[in-house]
């Protein structure tokens, strides 16, 4: 029988690519959008041609909207991609950030607690660790040798220096304690907190993907990667505009493709038991690295030589705290769902370059 999911936040970048492949996997589609004033984003135009996707407004944020959506669609899967996702908006805005993250998946749960055959897939994130890592080493912190053994425990610097060193492997999963940094983080730690409360006190079927950073030519313009990629793609288009203004250069991501990471949801809901697991790639760059990859997109351009023209930190980007490493390890994804990453991160980087290229260059 054909079975129907319902996608919140479905104008966003995962769930432009979360609907693609369900309505691929002969899914019916439900997309919950917010109403805007200027009507429906472009980039639903497309899903709105296949007769099995259809669009109905509603907010996370409104219980009775929630509600009113869930009883009319009862949907087999609901994944919950609506999100305040931008995690420096979070510091300015964190009180409509801990009602969309955190009260708009308790309004979903509630419906959840009577309606126990629908399975629910919850947008947990890497950003819930904040400075928490685990990590492998021979090396014991203070010299002394030890067994190979696995520690967890917060990120001073002087452990930021041990953990990056050779024969160290620092990383986070499943197991790895959370100590979340920011308003976002802190919401969508509660909201993962209560899946696993609905999933043992009542039965439901709730799993959240701690999903690492993921990227796409669909990113927002306001994510660094996005932000990193449209600077070189204009500048080769057009010739040098002025200085891509960043924050802190040093923070370090695990990025992966985002048509990777949609398809960990769709089998994170394909199990028999509801859980958690990590996706990730297992590589960690810095926001630097990621300029460097784009810089050796754009002919000319050498990031040993051209950084400092082209780049400049601007304290405004700069964040109240930050997340200092991020390194997921995913074995639990790779092992129970076979899911694994396809996209490499200098792949990643030169197709965002490409299609944000291409942008420019229709535009002109
Ligand atoms: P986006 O910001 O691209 O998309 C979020 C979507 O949620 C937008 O379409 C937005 O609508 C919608 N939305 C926001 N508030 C509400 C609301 N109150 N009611 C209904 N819809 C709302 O995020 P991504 O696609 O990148 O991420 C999807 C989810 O995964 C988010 O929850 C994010 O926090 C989480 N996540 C993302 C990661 C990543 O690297 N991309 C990693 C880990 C977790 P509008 O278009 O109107 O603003
Ligand atoms: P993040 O993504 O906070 O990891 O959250 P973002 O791209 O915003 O920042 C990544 C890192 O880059 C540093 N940075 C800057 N960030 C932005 N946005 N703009 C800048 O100019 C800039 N300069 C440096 C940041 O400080 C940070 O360290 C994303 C979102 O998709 C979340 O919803 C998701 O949960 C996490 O990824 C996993």
């Given at each position: ?13 995962d ?89 708009g ?29 685990s ?15 696995r ?18 492997t ?24 209560a899946c ?8 439901v ?12 030519e669909?990113r ?79 002919n ?9 023209d082209?780049?400049e ?6 964040r109240?705290k930050?997340?200092?490493?991020l ?10 769902l076979?899911w ?20 420019v260059?229709?535009?002109?």
């Amino acid at each position: 029988m054909q079975k129907t999911a319902l996608i919140t936040g479905v104008a966003g970048q995962d769930g432009m690519f979360l609907a693609n492949l369900l309505l691929s996997k002969g899914y019916r589609v439900v997309g919950v959008r917010r109403r805007a004033s200027n009507g429906v984003p472009p980039r639903l135009l497309s899903l709105l041609e296949n007769p099995a996707f259809r669009c109905v407004e509603g907010d996370v944020t409104d219980a009775v909207s929630v509600q009113h959506v869930l009883d009319s669609v009862r949907p087999d899967e609901v994944y919950n991609l609506a999100a305040q996702s931008h995690v420096a908006t979070s510091f300015e805005q964190p009180i409509y950030t801990a009602q969309a993250n955190y009260l708009g998946v308790l309004h979903i749960l509630e419906w959840l607690k009577a309606h126990k055959d629908t399975r629910f897939y919850q947008a947990s994130t890497s950003e819930m660790f904040g400075s928490m890592w685990s990590w492998e080493t021979s090396r014991d912190y203070h010299d002394a040798a030890t067994e190979w053994d696995r520690h967890d425990g917060p990120a001073d610097p002087a452990l930021f220096a041990f953990l990056t060193s050779e024969g160290v492997t620092a990383f986070q999963d499943e197991e790895t304690p959370f100590a979340p940094n920011s308003p976002y983080a802190i919401a969508k730690l509660a909201a993962h907190n209560a899946c696993r409360l609905y999933r043992e006190a009542y039965g439901v079927y709730a799993s959240c993907g701690i999903l690492f950073n993921h990227e796409s030519e669909l990113r927002g313009p306001e994510f660094v990667t996005r932000k990193i990629t449209k600077h070189f793609a204009a500048y080769a288009a057009r010739g040098f505009t002025g200085k891509l203004k960043l924050g802190n250069l040093d923070a370090r991501r695990d990025w992966g493709y985002a048509g990777d990471y949609v398809k960990g949801m769709w089998l994170m809901l394909q199990q028999e038991k509801p859980d958690d697991f990590v996706l990730a790639t297992g590589e960690t760059h810095s926001v630097r690295e990621f300029v460097a990859a784009a810089m050796r997109c754009v002919n000319g351009l050498d990031p040993a030589r051209n950084m400092d023209d082209h780049v400049e930190v601007d304290p405004a980007f700069v964040r109240p705290k930050e997340v200092p490493y991020l390194r997921g390890c995913a074995d639990k994804a790779k092992r129970e769902l076979g899911w694994v990453p396809t996209v490499p991160f200098e792949e990643l980087v030169k197709l965002m370059v490409m299609s944000d290229y291409k942008e420019v260059a229709r535009a002109s």
